[in-house]
């Protein structure tokens, strides 16, 4: 018997169905890009969630009134769910885990595992409806879908190295998803277009069959990020995935609406070109519903689905700028506020650092307005954050917007590339540059505008070649980012280790990484740093075989990056056989034990890392404690310099006289000497002549097991292994 009659359409079925996918896709691609991910692993999540209840329900009628005709819609029902369960594993390493998921992963599994099942779904319809189809169609889709998997097959064995069973299983699962695809694309295509003009009861036939090729465009985009090299925009697959189940959802939602189920009799004609081959027939309401409805209804349908489309695009734009606007903290406005202001990494291969040194402002805000109000003083201090990025050219732009607020103090920036992009304007308006981790040497200028309350890299360098050369390390490949902190650190190395007797070989320089993508976990990154490692195999390759594996080492000057970086090494022996030294800009990274292959990576090399070293003092673990409750993990010691950096630019301002604003001569002065008399709680914040930390230390840190039990793996921990720290006057 028929269902119950419905006023909805197939036109105002696919009209919504433009406008969920509007909405779904819309947070995503207006998301920042802390909440992108996010967005997109519920949406994903969500979607696959309705389409695999809707797939259920269906096969569940199917069992009820055409059992004999159940196998091909409990077999689709099968393969949502276990997508739906691969969705929600892969979410929960993205989302709770922040892990990069093994190869294979059990998602994968699970998504492989479910192919079959929408094989047997297409080739039962194809069969079912054989004498409709074109079989020259079927034979166009085999080349095509041949041809297309060839090359996609070429263009991963050019990208993959299988030295290692690690990049073997890594090539494995990245051809095993476009040679499922077309397997599945070449039956679709065919139905698709053999039932293409029987409508309305073909069209979950072409929404399932839309479905297909939004998978293969999502699946097959790895080969159109590596060619072009947008890497950024990988996060753009996201929203194929979550329109994949919406379309099959609407297809599914019109099987469960608007087609009624008869019982097998007996009775189907093998000649009959009615639907009662599939044993579904259209209800006689829909065709005169669609044939009566008017114009003026359609038409009002579409203005309504426009008028939707069009606000939540607009809706859309309006929020993605409030997404990037400026973060204040403490009072902003008033005859009595103090502003200051930071440009800090919040994104992109230096986020980590951001994410800890915005935690320790916030509390020195705090801290600062509180010991003011206690004094008596009617001064307050605000706060303005500006995220760079990680971005020398996005750090420009954001200091002209702190000086058009009248900031003449900024905390920040945290990376030397990005200093130097800022030193010129800095220099020209007036405004004091105040860095707690750039470290490069060739910004070591007197009587500029630029302060660092860390010593310059010469003293880090010197600290790292001895160390070097008293494990026993006598050749060093170098890796390092090509910008100036990399650059200055790179050269210093060579220079103090090559005065002890050591050698330097010509190593990888690679370009300085902008964004986000760099430093994830995706697998697509694996691939990119892929092409730097092989070259890096085989440097090594040659120097173990000239001077033995003891006496070799590898130098990597990394930020955030370092932790793809090493889950893919792990996937060369060669890397594995020699020692590995660090810098600064990614020792104590909170990836690097997280994920496992990493961190075994990090434990066979014994990697190590030198780090500006701070005496642990009580105010200064009080500090870490405070900070860690703010990020949930230990924080490099920047955090806390950061710290002191806001306290001693919001006493200079307090106390500052200076009767001309344009006067940088006087602010500057009355800056260094507050400076040179502050002490917090990393210590004495004296300067020497180029603004920089005139004393301090140096403490190595390695990553080591938490647990020394051999079956008790995944549990790593940051360990300071400098029995006497190295200490400098600057």
């Not at 006689?284 to 359609?298: E, F, L, V």
């Not at 900024?410 to 470290?439: C, H, R």
């Amino acid at each position: 018997m028929p269902v119950a009659q419905t006023y909805i359409t197939p036109s105002l079925l696919l009209l919504g169905l433009i406008v969920s996918a509007t909405a779904a896709n819309s947070l995503i691609f207006f998301a920042g890009t802390e909440t992108r991910i996010v967005y997109s692993e519920i949406i994903i999540v969500a979607s696959a969630s309705i389409a695999a209840l809707l797939g259920i329900l269906l096969a569940y009628r199917q069992i009820l009134h055409n059992r004999s005709h159940s196998k091909m819609y409990i077999s689709l029902a099968i393969g949502l769910v276990l997508w739906l369960a691969a969705d929600i594993i892969w979410a929960s390493y993205e989302l709770i885990f922040h892990v990069a998921a093994p190869i294979p992963s059990l998602s994968d599994i699970l998504w492989l595992a479910g192919y079959p099942f929408f094989a047997y779904n297409l080739i039962a319809t194809y069969r079912q409806f054989y004498n409709r189809f074109d079989k020259r169609i079927l034979l166009a889709s085999i080349i095509g879908n041949g041809i297309f998997v060839a090359y996609l097959i070429f263009l991963t064995i050019g990208l993959s190295d299988f030295s290692g069973q690690g990049s073997v299983s890594m090539f494995a699962v990245l051809i095993a998803y476009p040679i499922m695809n077309a397997l599945l694309t070449i039956p679709a295509l065919s139905i698709l277009i053999g039932l293409w003009k029987e409508r309305p009861w073909s069209i979950p036939w072409t929404f399932k069959s839309l479905s297909l090729f939004c998978i293969v465009i999502t699946d097959s985009w790895f080969a159109f990020i590596i060619l072009s090299g947008l890497y950024e925009q990988v996060w753009l697959s996201s929203m194929f995935f979550g329109a994949e189940y919406l379309i099959l959802a609407g297809g599914l939602l019109w099987f469960n609406k608007f087609l009624a189920i008869y019982k097998d009799q007996g009775t189907a004609s093998a000649t009959t070109n009615t639907t009662s081959q599939d044993h579904l027939e259209i209800t006689g309401g829909i065709h005169n519903r669609k044939n009566n409805t008017p114009n003026r209804i359609q038409y009002l349908y579409v203005l309504v689905a426009a008028i939707l489309v069009g606000g939540i695009l607009s809706y859309g734009f309006i929020t993605s700028g409030a997404t990037e606007s400026t973060k204040y903290f403490g009072p902003v406005e008033g005859a009595n506020t103090i502003l200051i202001g930071a440009l800090l990494p919040l994104s992109g291969t230096l986020s980590s650092f951001g994410e800890s040194a915005e935690a320790s402002l916030k509390l020195a805000v705090d801290d600062v307005n509180n010991q003011l109000a206690k004094s008596g003083s009617p001064s307050r201090v605000g706060l303005v954050i500006e995220d760079t990025k990680t971005d020398p050219n996005a750090a420009r732009e954001k200091i002209m917007d702190l000086a058009s607020k009248g900031i003449r103090i900024v905390i920040g920036p945290s990376t030397s590339a990005a200093v130097a992009a800022v030193k010129e304007y800095a220099d020209e308006n007036g405004i004091l540059i105040v860095s707690s981790s750039s470290t490069a040497p060739s910004l070591a200028i007197p009587d500029d505008n630029v302060f660092r309350f860390v010593p310059d890299d010469t003293h880090q360098a010197d600290a790292l070649a001895k160390q070097m050369w008293d494990e026993g390390t006598r050749v060093v490949i170098p890796i390092w980012r090509t910008d100036v902190f990399g650059n200055n650190l790179q050269s210093l190395l060579k220079e103090k280790f090559e005065k002890l007797g050591g050698k330097v070989v010509d190593g990888i320089g690679y370009d300085p990484p902008v964004g986000n993508f760099a430093a994830s976990l995706h697998r697509i990154n694996f691939i990119v740093w892929e092409q730097e490692l092989r070259s890096l195999n085989q440097k090594v390759n040659d120097a173990v075989s000239q001077y033995g594996a003891d006496k070799v080492g590898v130098y990597i000057i990394a930020f955030d990056e370092i932790v793809p970086i090493m889950i893919q090494a792990n996937r060369h022996q060669a890397l594995q056989s020699v020692s590995w030294y660090g810098s600064d800009g990614s020792v104590q990274h909170e990836g690097l034990i997280k994920n496992i292959e990493a961190a075994e990576f990090a434990v066979k090399t014994n990697f190590l890392s030198p780090i500006y070293g701070v005496e642990a003092s009580d105010s200064f673990k009080e500090l870490e404690e405070r900070i860690v409750e703010e990020i949930d993990r230990v924080p490099r010691s920047y955090a806390e310099v950061t710290y002191d950096e806001f306290w001693v630019a919001a006493l200079t301002l307090s106390n500052y006289n200076g009767t001309q604003q344009d006067d940088i001569g006087s602010l500057r002065e009355a800056f260094i000497n507050t400076t040179n008399s502050y002490i917090g709680v990393t210590g004495r914040t004296e300067l020497n002549d180029a603004g920089d930390k005139k004393y301090g230390s140096y403490d190595f840190w390695a990553v080591r097991p938490l647990s020394k039990d051999v079956n008790n793996k995944g549990s790593f921990e940051w360990t300071n292994v400098a029995a006497n720290p190295i200490g400098i006057d600057n």
